[in-house]
Antibody, heavy 121, light 106 residues
Framework: EVQLVQSGAEVKKPGESLKISCKGSGYSFTSYWIGWVRQMPGKGLEWMGIIYPGDSDTRYSPSFQGQVTISADKSISTAYLQWSSLKASDTAMYYC??????????????WGQGTMVTVSS | DIQMTQSPSTLSASVGDRVTITCRASQSISSWLAWYQQKPGKAPKLLIYKASSLESGVPSRFSGSGSGTEFTLTISSLQPDDFATYYCQQYNSALTFGGGTKVEIK
């Protein structure tokens, strides 16, 4: 079964760092782009960035460039999203998702279950 | 950046109704458009890609049409399981989601 499994919910304080993960299985992890999507409480979906695990080529949405870092470790089929200094406004559900075409931009066909990040003092 | 505008933002309908949701792009995206369904507390689910291609396993009552800047998602006969929020997404240039359309019970 093709699936993405994300790490568990996090509760952090402002200024703390965080790295959440997304582990792929059931397919060739290095051959498909993985994206990260933010959903703030009660709001819509926002694309943050994508990474190609095969060579770690990464593209960021202008809205998130410099705010987060996306990485991948192909040896363990895992993509990451990290923050160096969290803010209360980072409180959201974060989803990873696979882009269905191996060649480039396309729809997200497989989604992780989501990781809820809560940032509060 | 390409902006995606969905309408309406909320739609009240009854079981059996034909429902249409519109998505407009700020510039032409050819047919590079997807539709997703999201239920509360769940991850989005891909319904339609390339504007009109039905994802495997998705009921045939869902259909998509359009090209260029205007697109529609149609549910031919609304079922109880279809009450959810629907999002469009363009992937012609980077990626952008529409603001969502919540389909509520009338």
């Amino acid at each position: 079964e093709v699936q993405l499994v994300q790490s568990g919910a996090e509760v952090k304080k402002p200024g703390e760092s965080l790295k959440i993960s997304c582990k792929g299985s059931g397919y060739s992890f290095t051959s498909y782009w993985i994206g990260w999507v933010r959903q703030m409480p009660g709001k819509g979906l926002e694309w943050m960035g994508i990474i190609y695990p095969g060579d770690s080529d990464t593209r960021y949405s202008p809205s998130f460039q410099g705010q987060v870092t996306i990485s991948a470790d192909k040896s363990i089929s895992t993509a990451y999203l990290q923050w160096s200094s969290l803010k209360a406004s980072d409180t959201a559900m974060y989803y990873c998702a696979r882009i269905q075409a191996a060649a480039g931009l396309d729809a997200f066909d497989i989604w992780g279950q989501g990781t809820m990040v809560t940032v509060s003092s | 950046d390409i902006q995606m505008t969905q309408s309406p933002s909320t739609l009240s309908a009854s079981v059996g109704d034909r429902v249409t949701i519109t998505c407009r792009a700020s510039q032409s995206i050819s047919s590079w458009l997807a539709w997703y369904q999201q239920k509360p507390g769940k991850a989005p689910k891909l319904l339609i890609y390339k504007a009109s291609s039905l994802e495997s396993g998705v009921p045939s009552r869902f259909s998509g049409s359009g090209s260029g800047t205007e697109f529609t998602l149609t549910i031919s006969s609304l079922q109880p399981d279809d009450f959810a929020t629907y999002y469009c997404q363009q992937y012609n240039s980077a990626l952008t989601f529409g603001g969502g359309t919540k389909v509520e019970i009338k």
